[in-house]
């Protein structure tokens, strides 16, 4: 194939920013302790359950038993008479405000579809009711004795069904908003086509498939949990288990009618959320319970509900249509994504479009792309964020397509990816055509080591080595090889925003108030460490805060990748604020011009070598002349998103007398830029790839023919514990990201979209059978391999 | 341990048991239908994590008697009488057990939530085998589920406060 294209050169661009940058790293790209980590390792009480608040009640909540029914008598006399009982709620006795639950951007780009309580069920597992209660027995016994009558009506269970006229209409309230045809439950809709001459006339070849992922639950070891309670002044405080702190007190502030001022939403430590606690799940009907009875209420989840009541990944139908030439080329792309958003449309645009715009821009597209988009609504479990926003579900259609397109054409499918994707400069239409609820941003790749990335990769897995001595196997036990590559992105250009606030302490510390949500990323670490950068200060000089409504400044919260590139810039942009105060003062004291200035080492330090400690610059603006506090606040939006890229690789070992893959072994290269924190960003991406070796190869949440969920429990629904899981490296290949902080992409979310494909890839290198639906259980490959050996 | 016959009554649905918790005498009241994992949260120790309740994630686990348990399956009034070492009592924020400060130094930790058991499951670990092999320690932890991490950087952390609990 003429040795394929030259290497993508990521860094030449930069190089000289690089060389200045890297080698001047003092905190950034360096080893530092995750702050929190000691102290949760002796397992202080910092999550939100971890405080005792007198007089609390216990709130409980009754969960409809139908897929699609209306209410048509709910008596809550007995249950109120219920000794301990204190409050019970149901859709008389709240607002009826439509609303979205996915903490998203305001206006949200999801329609407004749900209520805090409504005379409609919509799903197995869907609100009726809520107790507040002295015990949680007395609570379990008055959701008993709710009595409650219901008209069942008709449900859908199949997003093509959903779709069609006649089917059952799932939102046919009247009041409900940006639903855009309700009528064939469809929540979202986009089509976008760039049509450069007539479709699949230069291809030599044409393919289509369909690929389909099933209900996933992100399983965050701590289940969902909110306590609301009130301030001395009346206000109302909601301590929860949040990704986005400032859109639930929106949000609620929505809901139930209350002015934004009289609500503070504190987060404490956040026992895992990957996406499942960018939602308003809890917080509104707790806050009501609150209101009801001017007391603190808990509402926690159990692993059950969290299953069924809270929010999953979209379950997706991919159909992947491509044309492309005997060279290589691809010349024509048409995508039509169906996802099932369950029954509210949380999150359904936007995950909806992640799957078309950070997958068709992936690889370049000679002449026609289309994309087709439907979010369709049904009467199962609501879909929401999940790790990976709809990139998961478009990435095992694009990175199982290329290995069946590379094979069609007789090319190396590695060969096949380097000549195709898309370089350093370069930018794509779709980038444009598709945002998250308004136009995308253009954008062209500032940073990408992809190249180095497949290279090491292939290394480390010894990638030729082993296929020559795979080839021709035989016998029951049968290894293969696969591949995937892929790219997500960091924070919503243009839409996401973050601040942060730096106050000097008397010894040279500082606070560090971010409305950035540490979720238990380490993002409280990182942007303490991009702050010391700038202040030449250590890591451990920062006191940082994470989030408070009434302390911090905003941030859109933990999602879409944006914590590192959008957080960290705003934090960069104060430190740098804070460092021009500090010389000011520093300039009287060491009687030097500003500009001959310098922080370093903890110390302001001259050109000629003159220096004063951080101290004694806190100290004379605290105390001795021109007295002032030295604090600054900034805020960062970004008009890009640049996309972190990786390469994926996994050999497994397939018995094929049972159908069981075995991963022997996983490598993980990851492009995310300068790492801030390179052992947390290994840690990120380690996770993301379990989780998604687990929905490869286990995962699936499973349903009764009337939509009761059958396997939500632990025990049932199976992720992977220590005996189960692969070996697993990670490889972080460093770029600098011009636009970043200090050269930052964003890690987290990228890492869970590769096992999928490269285990499908991989299955079929092996034995031949190619699985279009995961996961990818014995039964399944069995009947494969099976089916495969009749022809 | 020794062995009494013990005869408990419950007075209007509440036991009084006598236990020893992290080396410190100790009374409870606790309900006849409430689980060990909820005495001990409120009996401040809030170390010990709901994750689930039924006995599948390893977040409530406490050494029980000499060996790991999950206390979210234990009747609480079966404790009377019993040795219980939640994490509060492995060590703390300013005298810290080197498996903990092994997990900070790996980078074991990231939400956190899991790590209390894991690090109780790891101690009793090293407590019967001081030099655990890797197959030894994902034997040992498999009924501690994490989502965060992989547990790629946690199996590193036990073999780095194996070597840190030889050298000392």
Known sequence: MGGGPPPSVSLSLFVKEIVVEKNDFKVVNKRVLKMDSLGLACGEPVFTDDVDINGMLYGRILWSPYAHARITKIDTKEAEKVPGVKAVLTYKNVPRVPHTTAGQGYPEPSPYDTYILDNKVRFVGDRVAAVAAETPEAAEAALKLIKTEYEILPAVFDTFEAMKDGAPVIHDEKDAKNIPDARHNIAAKFEFEVKNGEWFKDADFVIEHSYKMPYLQHCAIEPHIVITCFDPFGRLVIRTSTQVPFHVRRIVAQALKLPVKKIRVIKPRIGGGFGSKQEVLLEDIAAALSLKTGKPVKIEYTRKETFISSRTRHPSTVRLKTGFKKDGTITDAEMDIVLNTGAYGSHALTVMMCSGSHTIPFYKVKNNIKFLGRSVYTNLPVAGAYRGYGATQGFFAWESQMDIMAAKIGMDPVEFRKMNYIRLGEGSPVFKAMGEGREGVEQVITSIGLYEGIEKGLKAINWRAKKEKNKGGKGVLRRGLGMACMMQGSGIPEVDMASATIKMNEDGSFNLMVGATDLGTGSDTILAQIAAEVLGVKAEDFIVYSSDTDLTPFDVGAYASSTTFISGNAVKKTAEKVREMIIAVAAKILDRKKEDLRLEGGKVVANDGAACGLSEVANTSLYYYDQHQIIASASHYAHTSPPPFAANFAEVEVDTGTGKIKILDYVSCVDCGTAINPELAEGQNDGAVLNGIGHTLSEELEFSSNGTPLNASFRRYKIFNTLDMPPIKTFLIPTFEPNGPFGAKSVSEIGINGPLPAVANALYDAVGVRLFDSPFTPEKVLAAIKKAGKK | ?168
Not at chain 2, 32 to 41: K, V
Not at chain 2, 90 to 112: D, I, K, M, S
């Open chain 2, 1 to 168: 341990m020794k062995k009494e016959s013990i005869r408990l009554e419950a007075v209007n649905g509440v036991f009084r048991i006598s236990l020893t918790v992290n080396g410190v005498k100790k009374n409870f009241a606790v309900k006849n239908n409430e689980f060990l994992l909820n005495a001990l949260r409120r009996y401040g120790y809030k170390g010990a994590k709901k994750g689930c309740d039924t006995g599948d994630c390893g977040s409530c686990t406490v050494i029980f008697n000499g060996k790991p348990a999950l206390a979210c399956l234990i009747p609480a009034f079966t404790a009377h009488g019993a040795e219980i070492t939640t994490i509060e009592g492995v060590g703390t924020v300013r005298n810290p057990h080197p498996l903990q400060e092994a997990f900070v130094e790996a980078g074991a930790v990231q939400c956190g939530f899991c790590i209390p058991g894991m690090i109780l499951s790891s101690k009793h670990l090293l407590d019967v085998n001081p030099s655990p092999s890797e197959d030894d320690i994902k034997k040992y932890l498999d009924g501690n589920l994490c989502r965060c991490t992989g547990y790629v950087k946690q199996i590193q952390a036990v073999k780095m406060a194996a070597k840190k609990i030889k050298k000392a």
